[in-house]
């Protein structure tokens, strides 16, 4: 019986081992092993055009599972600034990113009249699971083209 309970506390370790040199070695490890990356992502919110979805920092995002847009980004930010800004982009792949958040933040980026204009986005970006939870939405008053 001793034998057993020593059996069983090497493999204990062993497994603790094994999953904490896989999440140090796979970046792509699930977000159980890593934390998610406090991010500020400024862009524009263009309507879903397939040709256009494979272009240079542009991600199709899906609102809440329902509504499938481009997001053109501009610029990244990292609390910790581990990653160098857009670069970021290129650890989501394939290229689609689910946006999560409350009902309010959501309702915004909803609305058909953000199309075209400056968005910034701030929450908690999970890379494995590529899902962008929101904490806060901040959409420019008018775009560039509409002040003329």
Not at 1 to 30: E, I, K, S
Not at 37 to 66: A, C, F, R, W, Y
């Amino acid at each position: 019986m001793h034998l057993m309970w020593r059996q069983t506390l090497v493999m204990t370790v062993a497994v603790g081992a094994l999953l904490g040199a896989f999440a140090q070695v796979c970046p792509a490890a699930p977000s159980l092993f890593r934390s998610p990356l406090v991010v500020t992502m400024s862009g524009t919110l263009q309507p879903l055009k397939e040709q256009d979805s494979h272009g240079l920092n542009t991600l199709t995002v899906t609102i809440e599972g329902k509504q499938k847009w481009l997001f053109n980004v501009n610029r990244v930010d990292t609390v910790t600034d581990t990653q160098p800004g857009v670069m970021l982009l290129s650890e989501i792949f394939p290229p689609d990113l689910s946006i999560e958040g409350s009902t309010s933040n959501m309702a915004v980026l909803a609305d058909p009249s953000v199309t075209g204009k400056p968005v910034i986005l701030q929450g908690f970006l999970y890379l494995a699971d590529r899902t962008f939870f929101v904490g806060e939405v901040s959409v420019a008053a008018q775009s560039a083209q509409e002040t003329r």
